[in-house]
């Protein structure tokens, strides 16, 4: 009897072994199920993405001018089967070219700086510096002996800067400063003195010198207007005319919308699924012409960007034309 009673003992050891292991087995199982079904939504996501950047191409060049995209900041939504997708172009030239920039007028901008006056006259003379020819310090600015001095094992290039990136290597400039900046500058408007002014977005605007930012609420309300409209950009507020500059009736005026030349254009693409699954992806592409047979070149791509979502309630403003499929875009 005390036998069967050991006997019994390990047996029921066993199986409570073996159940556990059949739990902790089960239990791995669902869960690697559930990181598979994460990532095949997320690839998903990321190819609906990808696809709204094809499609942004192709209404771009659409041969209906009527029908093609404006890259004056409007967004696109799409619907398909099983996803929502929002579509936002933004052109390169309502930015400041930070290699193109005047002195007089990179002075002007970056008085708005989130810099002390002095730090702002040091960094305003070190980008100049970068960007010049020679290897003679600005007052106040910053070459080979200063960027030593501060222990940086690098110096100015003395050449155009190359991306906006490069930015974060001048001397004095920190990782907010470059933040406040990266709405403002760009390096794809190349030989650029002065920005597009229909086409620039309210960052740009605040910190150009001859508008009157009192007045840009009412501009851009007007600006909204006429571009659902489809009407010429009303006039922009600037100091010295600023009484008459939103007197333009954009809804009642009759002239056609010009569409603007596409040169270097932002792309940024936001899908979410209908499982919530989402990916977004931001592209600067320029036109080339058909060159290797491409219309557009990709100059720099990025993946989930730290911008505001193009579903949130600021940007629902923006969207201008909604589409469910693809089959009613063409």
Known sequence: MKQKGVALILVLWVLS?????????????RRESAGVMTIRANAEANAQAQAGISLAQAMLLHEDEAKRWRVDGRIYEIETENATMRIRLLSETGKIDINSV???????VLLHAPLETQAQLELENAILDWRDEDETTRPFGAEKPEYKSAKLSYSPRNKPFRALEELQMVHGLSANVFAWMQP??????????????NLATRD???????VDVNLLDVYFLARQQAILNHAPMPKLPRIENAAQAMTQDVETTTEAEVSPDISTVTVTVEAILDNDAQADIQVVMEKIDGANNLPFQIL?????????SLFSETMNSFVVARYVEFNQIR
């Open 300 to 308: 720099k791509q990025q993946n989930q960007i730290e911008t505001p």
């Open 204 to 210: 740009v605007l605040n910190v150009l010198p001859e």
């Open 17 to 29: 072994i073996l159940t556990l292991m059949a739990g902790s087995f089960s239990k791995t199982m």
């Open 102 to 108: 005047t002195a007089q007028l990179l002075h002007q």
């Open 184 to 197: 403002i500058f760009t390096v794809y408007a190349a030989g650029q003195t002065e920005v597009d002014l």
